[in-house]
C-alpha cells in the first residue's frame, strides 16, 4: 500500500507560482510512475502532467505544456508539480496518483493510488 499527501496548495495571483508537492510513503515510491491531476467545480478529473520511475520521461497536458514543470526526488519518495504563469482556468484541486502500469496515462481509473487533493485557486 501507498499513502499520498498532497501540499502546497493556496491562492495565487494570475501570472504568478506556486509548487505542489506529494509525500509518499508505504511501498517503494521510486516503483512508481507518478502524475497529477486536477478537479475543477463540475468538471471530471483531467490529467495534468506525468513523470516515469526514473524521473526520465515527462508527459503534460496541452493546457500547461510550457508552464507547468513535474519532477520527482526519489531519494525523499516526492513528486512536485511547479506552476508558473497560473491562469484562473488552472484554479481546481489538485491530486498525486501512482503506480500506474502506463506511465503518463491521461485515464484515472490507470492509477491505484490517489491523495487527498490540494486546492488551487488563482485570482484574476
Request: with cysteine; glycine share 12%.
Amino acid at each position: 500500500q501507498v499513502q499520498l499527501v498532497e501540499s502546497g496548495g493556496g491562492l495565487v495571483q494570475a501570472g504568478g507560482s506556486l509548487r505542489l508537492s506529494c509525500a509518499a510513503s508505504g511501498r517503494t515510491f521510486s516503483n512508481y510512475a507518478m502524475s497529477w491531476f486536477r478537479q475543477a467545480p463540475g468538471k471530471e478529473r483531467e490529467f495534468v502532467a506525468g513523470i516515469t520511475r526514473t524521473g526520465y520521461s515527462k508527459y503534460y497536458a496541452d493546457s500547461v505544456k510550457g508552464r507547468f514543470t513535474i519532477s520527482r526526488d526519489n531519494a525523499k519518495s516526492t513528486p512536485y508539480l511547479q506552476m508558473n504563469s497560473a491562469k484562473p482556468e488552472d484554479t481546481a484541486v489538485y491530486y498525486c496518483a501512482g503506480a500506474t502500469t502506463v506511465p503518463g496515462t491521461p485515464r484515472p481509473d490507470e492509477y491505484r493510488y490517489w491523495g487527498q487533493g490540494t486546492q488551487v485557486t488563482v485570482s484574476s
